[in-house]
T-cell receptor, first 115, second 113 residues
Framework: DQQVKQNSPSLSVQEGRISILNCDYT??????FLWYKKYPAEGPTFLIS?????DKNEDGRFTVFLNKSAKHLSLHIVPSQPGDSAVYFC??????????????FGQGTILTVHP | DTAVSQTPKYLVTQMGNDKSIKCEQN?????MYWYKQDSKKFLKIMFS???????INETVPNRFSPKSPDKAHLNLHINSLELGDSAVYFC????????????FGPGTRLTVT
């Protein structure tokens, strides 16, 4: 019962183009969403997040879009750079009560940006 | 200075052994977590401690016992190791249980033979 899914195991993009990573969730109680980036042999690092009261959050080259009715979020990277090559994890939290601090992760998408 | 550190980075051991993984954070955070990344690459939360008190305890075999001597440390002890315990274990911390942003350690790759 995987409540957060990243259906694309990998994505290959040319440098300078847009990278779009997708994430779907099933739990309607999720109210906060995060994207993490992970390089090999390192732990995930926080990239960007969005609350369910918003539909877009932007931070430099990174923008996260949330479509609550579709239970879908996406991460856009523009322009993509070779240093962006990493595994990207989508995560969600229901917040409140015993769910505080509990992040549910997707299985990750490997992004490769070619020079 | 590393914010969240784990030791050891790699651990190879035989079935039936008991082993510990240590985690330390120097961020001054109150809350710490243990995650397991299995062969399918999903990161799943195992435990969370806030100021040395257990606040999240997912469905984990009781062979796994976390211990938090102080709020900067959260260790994971595993008894009677099984083949299925082979995974990468990540420690993380956050400012508080209500803080969504978590900072992860580099992971410990455990291989049980």
């Amino acid at each position: 019962d995987q409540q957060v899914k990243q259906n694309s195991p990998s994505l290959s993009v040319q440098e300078g183009r847009i990278s779009i990573l997708n994430c779907d969730y099933t739990n309607s109680m999720f109210d906060y969403f995060l994207w993490y980036k992970k390089y090999p042999a390192e732990g995930p690092t926080f990239l960007i997040s969005i609350s369910s009261i918003k539909d877009k959050n932007e931070d430099g080259r990174f923008t996260v879009f949330l479509n609550k009715s579709a239970k879908h979020l996406s991460l856009h990277i523009v322009p993509s750079q070779p240093g962006d090559s990493a595994v990207y994890f989508c995560a969600a939290s229901a917040g409140g009560g015993t769910s505080y601090g509990k992040l549910t992760f997707g299985q990750g998408t490997i992004l490769t940006v070619h020079p | 200075d590393t914010a969240v550190s784990q030791t050891p980075k790699y651990l190879v051991t035989q079935m039936g052994n008991d082993k510990s993984i240590k985690c330390e954070q120097n961020l001054g955070h109150d809350t710490m977590y243990w995650y397991k990344q299995d062969s399918k690459k999903f990161l799943k939360i195992m435990f969370s401690y806030n100021n040395k008190e257990l606040i999240i305890n997912e469905t984990v075999p009781n062979r796994f016992s976390p211990k938090s001597p102080d709020k900067a440390h959260l260790n994971l002890h595993i008894n009677s190791l099984e083949l299925g315990d082979s995974a990468v274990y990540f420690c993380a911390s956050s400012l508080s249980p209500e803080s969504y942003e978590q900072y992860f350690g580099p992971g410990t790759r455990l291989t049980v033979t």
